[in-house]
Each structure stands twice: as C-alpha cells, then as structure tokens.
C-alpha cells in the first residue's frame, strides 16, 4: 500500500477555510475547483472526519475542521514565515560564511580583504579556520576555501586571488656569513633547513627545483620540522636555518633586507592563491559578495602594480 504525504490535502483545506469557498480557494491556489473538492474529500477519508458543511449557500467547519484549523494555521504560519525569511537571504546577503583557509592567506587576502567586506555586507557573518591541510569542504560544512591553486580539486569553481607563485629559498645574511651559499640545490645537504610537514598525510615537504627544463625534489635536513608556515618563516629570520616559501611570503622580508634569496635560477613558479567552492555553492549570495570584493581587492592591486 502505497504511503500518503501527511502534508497532502493540507493546503487545499486552509485555502478553504480561509475563504470559506471552495471556487475562492481554487482560485488562490490556481487550480480547479474540482480539484480543491477532490483534495478535501481524500483528506476527510484518511482522517474519517468531515471537517466541512457543504450547503448550496456556503461552506462552514466542523467541529473537526475548527479543532484542525486551530492547531494548523499557526503551524502553517511559522513554514510561511520561514520561506519568506529564505526570500531575505536571496535578497540580500547575510548568514554565516565558513571558510578554510591556509596561514600563508591571512596576510595576503583576509587582512586587507575582510575589513572591506564587512563594512560592504554587514549582516554577513565570517567564521575563518585556519588549517594548511587540504579538506573536504562538503563533509565539514564550509562555504568555501582558499589555497594554492595545484591544490584545489579539479570538480571546484576557482577564482584567483593574488598572481602566480615564484617560489624561494631564503636565509638571513647572519647565516649566509656564518655558512655560506648553496650554489646549487644538491648543496642543500651541507645546511640546516627549516622542514615542514603536512598536516593531512603527515609527509615531510620535499623542496621542488627545475633545471634544464626538468623538475625534480629534494628533501631538506635539519633539526627543525614545523607544520605552521608563520612558525617556519619566523625561524628562517630568526638565522637558525633556510626556508623554502613562496615570495608572497617572503617577499617583503627580503626588500627590507632581513632575508636574501638563494637558488634563484632553479626555482620553480606555480599558480597562486585561489578561492575554490562547490558550483551550487556560488548561487548564495553571501558567497557572490565575497566573490566580488575579493576580485575588487585583486583589480586594486593590479592598478597599483601598474602606477
């Protein structure tokens, strides 16, 4: 036997009660009246009650209908309020925006970014948490990520967030004094390097290089292994040992002399930052908003490049 929808027939018998008309009823819900009668008929057998006196000059409840009515409508008030209350998240963006970040992206994006946003979209609310592993968005309820582009999932919608990556490795002039220079990557084993693990499979980073168009690997030793890149990079200028970072990261440390670059001509570029997100995730407009301020924050940079 085939199970009723215990929901069925219940919009026909507002729609009557309110209107006390079966044809006024039809007529809201834009159907025919037959329809309406048939709805309430089906729906007076599975509860076996009448719940209205039908007469050629108009239609009344019963005892039965009103005890229904007096339970329903306020029930069917608080659904109808909370679809109209979807309607404001269509119109305008608000809730809660949950988003997985790297730490590298604090500085680069969320810093300059998230100030912007909130005086733009203020009834949205942003929870960031910031993780350098790679996560599955969908099973832990994020909105959307951030992370370097060779690692978002081929089934994500990407947009770019800062330009391509020239990767690095850089010291201190303290420990170059004290150590000298790798010349080429294989003099790597001679120094003390700042390794980092990664926090989903727990593998240790072997630092790539490219040489006569050939990529290859190489894994660091030292005494130091991190899983924090802010961690790391503070050890590197602290002069203990070399890092390999990007220069997104590195980049203002070594204009203002407290790093130097090493390895130069073996290093190699990557895609940069993107922020990636299921494709039915970009139809809430909490994400579109943040979609379109990160691409303003990334065309004010580009004119300011260009000035």
């Known amino acids: 036997m085939a199970r009723v929808d215990a929901f069925t027939g219940l919009s026909e018998f507002l729609a009557v009660a309110e209107h006390a008309s079966f044809r006024a009823a039809a007529a809201r819900l834009g159907v025919t009246s037959a329809a309406v009668s048939q ?35 306020p029930a069917a008030t608080e659904i109808f309020d909370s679809i109209e209350a979807l309607g404001d998240l269509r119109a ?20 300059p970014l998230l100030p912007h946003f909130s005086r733009a979209y203020p009834d949205v609310e942003v929870e960031v948490d910031v993780n350098d592993a790679s996560i599955d968005l969908t099973a832990e309820r994020f909105d959307a ?18 330009p391509d990556i020239r990767w690095s490795v850089v010291g201190t002039p303290g420990y170059f004094a004290a150590h000298g220079r790798p010349n080429r990557p294989e003099d790597l084993i001679d120094h003390e390097c700042v390794r980092f693990r990664f926090a989903s ?27 924090d890149s802010a961690l790391m990079l503070a050890l590197g200028l602290s002069g203990v040992a070399l890092v ?37 995730s970009q139809m809430q407009p909490k994400l579109r908003a943040f979609i379109d301020a990160a691409r303003t924050l990334q065309k004010q940079r580009s004119r300011k490049k260009m000035k």
């Open 39 to 73: 709805a309430i008929l089906a729906l007076e057998r599975r509860l076996g009650l009448p719940l209205f006196q039908r007469t050629t000059r108009r239609v009344s409840l019963t005892e039965a209908g009103a005890k229904l009515l007096s339970r329903l409508k």
């Open 92 to 111: 305008r963006p608000s809730g809660r925006l949950r988003l997985s970040v790297p730490r590298m992206a604090i500085p680069l994006v969320l810093e």
């Open 145 to 162: 990520g951030i992370r370097i582009g060779e690692y978002v999932e081929r089934d994500m919608i990407a947009v770019k967030l800062t």
């Open 201 to 227: 499979n727990r593998e240790i980073y072997r630092w790539e290089f490219e040489r006569d168009g050939r990529e290859f690997s190489i894994e660091p030793r030292g005494k130091f292994v991190v899983n």
């Open 244 to 280: 390999y970072g990007s220069d997104l990261q590195t980049a203002t440390d070594v204009a203002e002399g407290r790093l130097e670059y090493v390895l130069e001509r073996y290093l190699p570029t990557t895609p940069g930052l993107f922020l990636y997100f299921p494709a039915r």
